[in-house]
């Protein structure tokens, strides 16, 4: 197959999957793809996938690209966070959930980290849609209670208070009976902690009925 037939056939992809190459052309010969990365035509991301090297890529693209480089995904802890505006810092790296084993994937478009969760807590997510691209993002309040499950350096209100959350984007955004309604799926004492004290600071009362008294933990503040 000549570049040129194969470049309109899939122009319009955000991702050359090989699979779909060779379901589309069962005698696709797979050192074509060595030969145009060479050439400067196209560029590999995984083992799985490329890219045009012409193409220009937007945030949702990138998006997109997350949630195919590992199966099942959904964006979420940091960049999620950043994305909502619920913390200050730019969030170069987009980081990602999924039931998969967790890895890092370096790619020429920058590196996806994934943190690995059971399936159990793989909810909270919504399909969101820029223009013809549809990328799995999480819901502030699961981005929240991800990011905070697998940060065991936050222990008390000084670690918070490093956080840098923004408290007004917070008490905008989070809607406390969903979180407390996630945060129950979880079934950690301690993420509850870090829940009770989080809410604290950002000015909320909580009379979370999630854990029974008997066992909910101390909080220290």
Request: charged content about 30%.
């Amino acid at each position: 197959m000549k570049y040129i037939d194969f470049h309109k056939q899939f122009r319009q992809n955000i991702l050359i999957d090989v699979r779909e190459v060779k379901n589309i052309f069962p005698d696709f010969d797979n050192r074509r793809f060595y030969e145009w990365q060479k050439q400067g035509y196209i560029k590999n991301i995984s083992r799985r996938f490329y890219i045009f090297s012409d193409m220009v890529l937007c945030d949702a693209d990138k998006y997109f690209i997350a949630n195919r480089l590992s199966e099942p995904s959904y964006i979420s802890l940091e960049y999620a966070l950043g994305y909502y505006s619920l913390i200050p810092e730019t969030v170069h790296q987009v980081t990602s959930i999924t039931t998969r084993k967790a890895k890092i994937v370096d790619t020429p478009l920058g590196t996806f980290p994934y943190r690995s969760i059971k399936e159990s807590l793989f909810f909270g997510y919504e399909i969101m849609k820029s223009g013809n691209v549809s990328f799995k993002m999480a819901e502030p309040e699961k981005a929240m209670l991800d990011f905070l499950f697998f940060r065991s350096d936050i222990k008390n209100n000084n670690d918070i208070d490093e956080l840098r959350i923004n408290w007004d984007i917070y008490r905008e955004k989070i809607d406390k009976t969903k979180m407390e309604k996630y945060l129950t799926v979880y079934n950690s004492k301690v993420l509850y902690q870090k829940f009770i004290k989080i809410n604290k600071k950002s000015g909320s009362s909580t009379n979370f009925v999630g854990i029974s008294h008997s066992n909910r933990p101390k909080i220290n503040n």
